[in-house]
């Protein structure tokens, strides 16, 4: 008789980096049908876990954090998991989860403290490394028995960003069926090699609005550093912090494309199945064969004196479609 797998992948940074570690639960779910998955992750990710039909339950690092040490360790031993991955790895829950007496934990071990927090080490080294960020986070499920090279493809069509909610009706409103329309996410939270601004106004400026519908969206904290824009640019529509992050994946589900460098929204985008053009360096680490978003539709272009160009050929592809 086969165990019952009851799984906690640990992945507490931010909304690209989780999306790419979905692939993992997809996999799981694929070998092993009546595992329960659980994801522990800041809240501000939680919409994205939820969204993911492979996670049966999302576990908030924040919430787990306001109990006291004694609290946590109790709280996770109730949930009975039978292992803990290790994907983005913090002392503070290695050490947790070993208190707690999960059977299996596996880390790495380019971290010192895995040595003595986990019992299935697995050799990866992230730097080194020519896979990609999804491709690396698989290579932790050899302690599985799952042991081979997944291609990019593949991850991306075991990502199940499924669950979304319907859109208000206001929100619905701003999409106009007669044109594509297309969501340009300027800033990055400071994760990612960002375009200049003056680059993306002039973007907007020589995009036929006859054709696209533009947005421009971004974090409220965001808007100080994006306000030239929806200054110099009126026909685009500001909705930069006005829909909440459920709201935003299920109107990034509704657009056709969307432009972006390497940050959260444009992973959605990609997962979604929409056009996501992400501008990107071709420095180390932050590279497009690290970090590219897994969809199909991705259109990588690299930032330099022919950007605005090569969004605007793809863009004139889209239209076709």
């Known amino acids: 008789m086969q165990q019952k797998f009851n799984i906690l992948i640990s992945r507490t ?30 809240n501000y990710t939680r919409d994205i876990i ?10 908030s690092y924040d919430e787990l954090t ?13 949930k009975q998991f039978t292992h803990c991955i290790h994907v983005f790895p913090v002392y503070e829950i290695a050490r947790l989860i070993r208190k707690a007496k ?69 929100t619905v409103g701003l999409l106009d069926s007669n044109r594509k329309n297309i969501i340009i996410h300027p800033k990055s939270q400071g994760s990612a090699n960002e375009w200049a601004i003056d680059n993306y106004v002039q973007l907007i400026k020589n995009i036929d609005h006859s054709k696209y519908k533009v947005f421009i969206s971004g974090t409220e904290n965001e808007r100080q550093h994006i306000q030239q824009i929806i200054t110099q640019c009126p026909e685009a529509i500001d909705i930069v912090g006005k829909l909440k992050l459920k709201q935003f994946l299920s109107f990034i589900n509704a657009s056709d494309a969307l432009i972006a460098c390497s940050t959260g929204p444009l992973h959605i985008a990609s997962v979604c199945g929409k056009i996501a053009i992400g501008l990107f360096t ?18 990588i272009v690299l930032m330099n004196n022919d950007s605005t160009t090569e969004i605007k050929s793809i863009l004139f592809e889209l239209n076709k479609t």
């Open 282 to 299: 071709d420095v180390r680490p932050m590279h497009p064969g690290r970090w590219s978003p897994i969809g199909s539709r991705t259109r």
């Open 66 to 78: 306001k109990k006291s040490f004694d609290e946590q360790i109790k709280f996770i031993a109730q």
């Open 13 to 42: 940074d931010s909304i690209g980096d989780v999306i790419l570690t979905l692939p993992m639960a997809g996999i799981l779910k694929q070998k092993f049908p009546d595992a329960k998955i659980s994801f522990l992750g800041k």
């Open 102 to 170: 999960v059977p299996v934990r596996i880390g790495t071990t380019n971290r010192v403290f895995h040595w003595v927090t986990c019992n299935k080490l697995i050799r990866l080294s992230r730097k080194k490394s020519d896979l990609h960020e999804a491709q690396l986070n698989c290579k932790l499920l050899s302690s599985f028995g799952i042991d081979k090279y997944f291609s990019i493809q593949f991850l991306n069509g075991n990502v199940g960003f499924t669950k979304f909610e319907n859109l208000d009706e206001s």
């Open 50 to 59: 939820n969204t993911c039909e492979h996670i049966d339950e999302f576990i």
